[in-house]
């Protein structure tokens, strides 16, 4: 049973591909898995989710949360559309990818921040990085004069819209980023102090780890990988948007949950996260393929978070109950 449990994500994602690609048989008499439109969908959809969820992960491992990665992807991708605009249709890659910089430097203010208030302050940061959620959102705003920031740069474009490899920008530089959050959580004292902070502060700090730069280290990660959503916001859609992440986090907290990480800290991995994100982008595309209004993505998806919940409160019982 316990086996069951720590495998429902992948045994879920194969029950709900398995049921689209049923329905798209017999109502439509074509494919919902074999179609590359389907599949490149799926996989940027589940892109953007990832950039969000990855710091996320450690984040939550570590026994917190970060509910400002919302506006600091809002706040990287207004940062960088303003530059490009300053700078007009005709800057190039230089420009580009200094505008780029501004744009993570503006979400790593957002993550040091957070760091401050829960490290050094001893916030909540539950408390702490909802307050930072309205600060963000706010400094986005104001320098966005309250209005999305439309650009016009064909490099900038290219960036958010090109293939590598015949694979999408959006999901390589996902991929990417997943690889190197899976090798810091698995296979460095990094990750490891992270799992142990989650599961036992109180030993970390015996042990001599400095627990405070952990913790700025946590948030600042969280806010970039999130920051560089934002990037990839702005330069798919030639805007940028204050709310750029506001939609997808939701999605993000649900990908991270429903991988298996669990509310008191402690456990999860980057793998779950990106079975999480698939399940949530494969509902997402499914239900506007079986021609359901999106507004019940959010109906799907709240459930599955209950589930994931009521997965991991079982778990911990069959532990418990076994120990």
């Not at 050094?120 to 940061?125: E, H």
């Not at 064909?154 to 090109?162: I, K, P, S, T, V």
């Not at 948030?219 to 330069?235: C, D, N, P, Q, R």
């Not at 805007?239 to 993000?252: F, K, S, V």
Request: one cysteine or more.
């Amino acid at each position: 049973m316990r086996s069951l449990l720590n495998a429902w994500s992948w045994l879920f994602l194969l029950l709900i591909l398995g049921f689209f690609e049923i329905y798209a048989q017999t109502q439509t008499a074509s494919t919902f898995l074999f179609r590359v439109y389907n599949l490149q969908s799926i996989s940027v959809a589940a892109s953007q989710i990832l950039l969000l969820a990855l710091g996320l992960t450690l984040v939550i491992v570590a026994g917190h949360i970060d509910l400002s990665i919302a506006f600091s992807t809002g706040f990287a991708a207004v940062v960088m559309a303003l530059i490009i605009r300053a700078a007009g249709a005709d800057a190039g890659w230089l420009v580009v990818l200094l505008a780029m910089g501004a744009g993570l430097l503006a979400a790593g203010l957002v993550g040091l921040v957070n760091g401050w208030l829960v490290a050094l302050l001893n916030v909540p940061s539950f408390i702490g990085t909802l307050g930072t959620y309205g600060i963000a959102r706010g400094a986005a705003l104001i320098v966005a004069g309250g209005a999305t920031v439309s650009i016009r740069n064909d490099h900038a474009r290219a960036f958010g819209n090109g293939h590598v490899l015949g694979l999408p920008i959006p999901l390589v530089t996902a991929a990417i980023l997943a690889l190197i959050c899976h090798y810091l959580l698995k296979h460095t004292k990094f990750g490891a102090h992270t799992y142990a902070l989650g599961a036992n502060r109180a030993s970390v700090e015996r042990a001599g780890v400095n627990v405070k730069k952990h913790l700025v280290l946590l948030f600042l990660l969280s806010a970039v990988t999130a920051g560089i959503g934002g990037l990839i916001y702005t330069s798919r859609f030639s805007a940028g948007a204050a709310n750029a992440g506001e939609p997808i986090l939701l999605y993000a907290v649900a990908a991270v949950f429903i991988g298996g990480a669990s509310l008191t800290g402690g456990q999860g991995t980057i793998t779950g996260t990106v079975i999480g994100a698939f399940i949530i982008a494969v509902i997402q595309f499914g239900l506007v393929f079986c021609g359901l209004p999106p507004y019940w993505q959010f109906v799907a998806v709240g459930l599955v978070i209950i589930v994931a919940v009521l997965v991991d409160q079982s778990k911990h019982h069959i532990v418990g109950g076994g120990s």
